[in-house]
């Protein structure tokens, strides 16, 4: 069993930056690959970015790729996911999630979600 607790959301004005953290609970972190996912009003949960346990493989959904970076500490048990330049659209409750590898991430098999954080990007 893993917990998954957000942390880091909030409200930042366009252009802005936030990092997103997500702390796991349990000793078998590290034999999972970590993702972030969004969930914006009115819309479906989408895939943001994935990491593999050991760092070696990294995803991005394309409208986030160049100004998010998704990070993990196997020893803090914990994945980041670093937000740069923030767009409106980037609005959105974000998620973490774990799974058996990035791929499997990519298109939404996980095993372990966390209940999420709300991001605001807005003037």
């Known amino acids: 069993q893993v917990q998954l607790v957000e942390s880091g959301g909030g409200l930042v004005q366009p252009g802005g930056s936030l990092r997103l953290s997500c702390a796991a609970s349990?000793?078998?972190?590290?034999?999972?690959?970590m993702g972030w996912f969004r969930q914006a009003p009115g819309k479906e949960r989408e895939f943001v970015a994935a990491?593999?346990?050991?760092?070696?493989?990294?995803l991005y959904a394309e409208p986030v790729k160049g100004r998010f970076t998704i990070s993990r500490d196997n020893a803090k048990n914990t994945v980041y996911l670093q937000m740069n330049s923030l767009k409106p659209e980037d609005t959105a409750v974000y998620y973490c999630?774990?799974?058996?590898?990035?791929?499997?991430?990519?298109?939404?098999?996980?095993?372990?979600w966390g209940q999420g954080t709300q991001v605001t990007v807005s003037s």
């Open positions: 990491i593999s346990t050991s760092g070696s493989t990294i």
């Open positions: 349990g000793r078998t972190f590290s034999s999972y690959a």
């Open positions: 999630a774990a799974g058996l590898t990035s791929p499997r991430l990519r298109v939404g098999l996980s095993d372990y």
